[in-house]
């Protein structure tokens, strides 16, 4: 009877952990981790031919590779508070490291380590000029989004209370994108105006990334 009793919590434990909440629309990678160098290796190729083009086709560039060739890879990867791993769907992550971990694939010179460990405004500042900064004390999620459509599509990283994440602001949705310390406790991206953390978080910093112009010239050098 104990060991069955314990069999129960154990698989209720795993149920929990890992049922999304109804804002998650995906915690799971569709992508080959052993692909995932040969995808940085890609990017790569894709950041040389960059040169010369214009700030409008880098930084369309720029969020496309992020959330279409790196993020896909780390959705599912487990949270954990001290979470360090380098490698998607091994190992954990925080989500301090995953920002900084994914933008440094991505090609963007950083110290990810010391990146992480800042306190998220501090992180943000470190990362993108004052003129992409925004911040907002005490808004509601509907006016936090609303002032980011304003402030047009692309890829934001942001600040919380308690959390950083991404924010893609798109004409085909505006999402989160995080590793979460709430269920299922993994990397996920979910919808921008039913996330929860979004929600309750009394203040939000916002560094636009694709508008930086000092960040994605230095990403395109090589």
């Known amino acids: 009877m104990f060991v069955l009793l314990l069999l129960v919590s154990g698989l209720g434990y795993y149920t929990y952990r890992n049922t999304a909440r109804a804002s998650v629309i995906t915690y799971e990678s569709n992508r080959e981790a052993a692909d995932y160098p040969k995808t940085l290796d890609s990017i790569r190729l894709i950041r040389k031919a960059l040169h010369g083009k214009s700030q409008a086709e880098i930084a369309k560039t720029f969020t496309h590779q992020l959330t279409e060739n790196i993020f896909p890879y780390w959705y599912g990867t487990d949270w954990d508070f001290n979470g360090t791993t380098q490698k998607p769907n091994e190992g954990s992550i925080a989500c301090g490291y995953f920002v900084t971990t994914t933008l440094r694939d991505l090609g963007v010179n950083i110290n990810r380590v010391k990146l992480a460990q800042c306190a998220s405004e501090q992180m943000i500042k470190s990362l993108v000029s004052e003129a ?72 939000r910093v916002v560094g636009k990334l694709s508008a930086d112009r000092e960040l994605l ?6």
């Not at 600040?159 to 505006?174: P, R, S, V």
């Not at 995080?178 to 991206?189: I, L, N, Q, T, W």
């Not at 010239?217 to 090589?222: A, G, L, Q």
């Open 132 to 203: 992409n900064i925004e911040r907002f004390s005490n808004k509601s999620i509907q006016e936090f989004e609303q002032a980011l459509k304003t402030k047009g599509n692309g890829l934001y990283v942001v600040g919380l209370d308690n959390h950083t994440g991404f924010l893609h602001i798109a004409d085909e949705g505006n999402f989160f994108i995080h590793s979460s310390g709430a269920r299922p406790f993994k990397v996920v991206k979910e919808k921008f105006s039913e996330s929860a953390l979004l929600i309750k978080s009394k203040y």
């Open 217 to 222: 010239n230095n990403w395109i050098k090589i």
